[in-house]
């Protein structure tokens, strides 16, 4: 069983900023490209950001292009979501998902690419 553990959301203002985690498992951090989506009620899960299995290759939604940074630590064995200038908008349970079958170079933006799931973190922005 995979288990991902994310941490880090909250409760901020508009144009603050705020950083979500994700421990990935340990052992095979190279073997997987990492993802954040993120989902509101009634909507469907969202692809918001991601990083190839060789981490050097990033991807971000038009939305949070310019605002949103993904990274990782691999001694930690861990990816992080930096989110600056936050919009009420951003307001969303955010998830990170792990894919097994992406090249070294490839982001997936779909849910169903992605295999394990973490369970995710509110965050939420007021306005």
């Known amino acids: 069983q995979v288990q991902l553990v994310e941490s880090g959301g909250g409760l901020v203002q508009a144009g603050t900023s705020l950083t979500l985690s994700c421990i990935v498992p340990?052992?095979?951090?190279?073997?997987?490209?990492k993802g954040w989506f993120r989902q509101t009620p009634g909507k469907e899960r969202e692809f918001v950001a991601g990083?190839?299995?060789?981490?050097?290759?990033?991807g971000y939604a038009d939305s949070v292009k310019g605002r949103f940074t993904i990274s990782r630590d691999k001694s930690k064995s861990t990816v992080y979501l930096q989110m600056d200038n936050l919009k009420p908008e951003d307001t969303a349970v955010y998830y990170c998902a792990i894919d097994y079958t992406g090249g070294l170079l490839t982001i997936a933006r779909t849910v169903d690419a992605y295999e394990y799931w973490g369970q995710g973190t509110q965050v939420t922005v007021s306005s």
């Open positions: 340990r052992g095979t951090f190279d073997d997987f490209a």
């Open positions: 990083i190839s299995r060789s981490g050097r290759k990033m």
